[in-house]
């Protein structure tokens, strides 16, 4: 499906006086698909995107984008990419509309300026200066100029941070339209419920390293079962370890006074959960069935939840 390798990142390592924001990262973003960064604040998302687009020279490493390194014929290579990072500052005395039409002029070819301003949802503030925008609206105008060069690939740096869950959706649809072109997407996020509705594979950085990578589906069967079920006890006293020979139980664990329980089948775990609970004298407060995401993944991984961090 996917033929080549639109990024290839190899050993990077990227040193910022004593501290090392990226520590040996490997991954291969390959032609036409989304591929996602995830991970909390500080596990080396933004660095390792800033290295991508050839804005940060790295302390050691391979990257290649494109089928290039960065140092040969770097105009050529940036003309070819369209970026968004978290924050882009824009002239307070430009419009929408002029803002998009300058940044197609950098790129020797592109797209319409206005269709791209409707794409993103924007063209009710065509005409509106850039200083009136909320930051939502400014997020969606970074996408519009990382979008107007038609570029074969886009690197967005946390896109969706901001935005209302309205906005985050139009944004994730005109993601998987750019996608559905045959194009590729690279991009960071620390939402991982967005991850693995956008994404045809993730990789989990923690720490500056790759700690886990593949599709959301095969990294959610890594748990070795779909769903979780939570729940508090409202008496009574049970420990971990009379819970694990539970029908169905594939996992544990314990945080802020709750179980989170990973189980194959839920029909079959929860009558045996309570059958447990009723023998040794516990009850729930209220217990929750649910599909485990890759937040849970995350969570097995490191034992710390994201919103933690």
């Known amino acids: 499906m996917h033929s080549s390798v639109s990024v290839s990142v190899q050993g990077l390592v990227q040193r910022y006086g004593k501290v090392t924001a990226v520590d040996g990262l490997d991954l291969d973003v390959r032609?036409?698909?989304?591929?996602?960064?995830?991970?909390?604040?500080?596990?080396?998302?933004?660095?390792?995107?800033?290295?991508?687009?050839?804005?940060l020279t790295p302390s050691s490493g391979e990257v290649r984008v494109l089928g290039r390194p960065w140092g040969e014929d770097d105009e050529a290579l940036r003309s070819r990419i369209g970026v968004a990072l978290q924050e882009t500052r824009f002239a307070d005395r430009l419009t929408v509309r002029?803002?998009?039409?300058?940044?197609?002029?950098?790129?020797?070819?592109?797209?319409?300026?206005?269709?791209?301003?409707?794409?993103?949802?924007?063209?009710?503030?065509?005409a509106a200066w850039t200083s009136k925008l909320s930051g939502g609206q400014r997020q969606r105008l970074a996408l519009a100029c990382a979008?107007?060069?038609?570029?074969?690939?886009?690197?967005?740096d946390e896109p969706t941070t901001g935005l209302d869950p309205?906005?985050?959706?139009?944004?994730?649809?005109?993601?998987?339209?750019?996608?559905?072109?045959g194009r590729t997407v690279l991009l960071t996020t620390h939402y991982m419920e967005e991850a693995q509705r956008q994404?045809?594979?993730?990789?989990?950085?923690?720490?500056?390293?790759?700690?886990?990578?593949?599709?959301?589906?095969?990294l959610v069967r890594s748990l070795g079962g779909d769903m979780v079920v939570e729940f508090a006890l409202s008496e009574g006293e049970v420990s971990e370890s009379e819970l694990r020979g539970v029908a169905g139980v594939r996992g544990i664990r314990r945080s802020n006074g709750a179980f989170h329980i990973t189980a194959g089948e839920s029909h079959v775990t929860?009558?045996?959960?309570?059958?447990?609970?009723?023998?040794?004298g516990a009850a729930p407060a209220q217990m929750t069935i649910r599909h485990a995401t890759l937040e849970d993944v995350y969570v097995s991984l490191t034992g710390r939840n994201l919103r933690d961090e």
């Open 98 to 126: 002029e803002v998009v039409a300058l940044f197609r002029s950098f790129y020797p070819k592109g797209r319409d300026p206005l269709a791209v301003v409707r794409e993103v949802g924007l063209e009710e503030k065509g």
């Open 199 to 218: 994404c045809d594979r993730v990789a989990v950085i923690d720490r500056g390293k790759v700690i886990a990578l593949g599709s959301p589906t095969e």
């Open 270 to 280: 929860v009558p045996a959960l309570l059958d447990r609970l009723r023998e040794r």
């Open 31 to 55: 032609e036409g698909e989304c591929f996602g960064l995830l991970g909390p604040n500080g596990a080396g998302k933004t660095t390792t995107i800033e290295v991508i687009v050839g804005l």
């Open 147 to 156: 979008l107007v060069g038609d570029p074969e690939l886009l690197v967005l």
């Open 166 to 181: 309205q906005a985050r959706l139009r944004m994730g649809e005109t993601i998987r339209s750019y996608r559905d072109r």
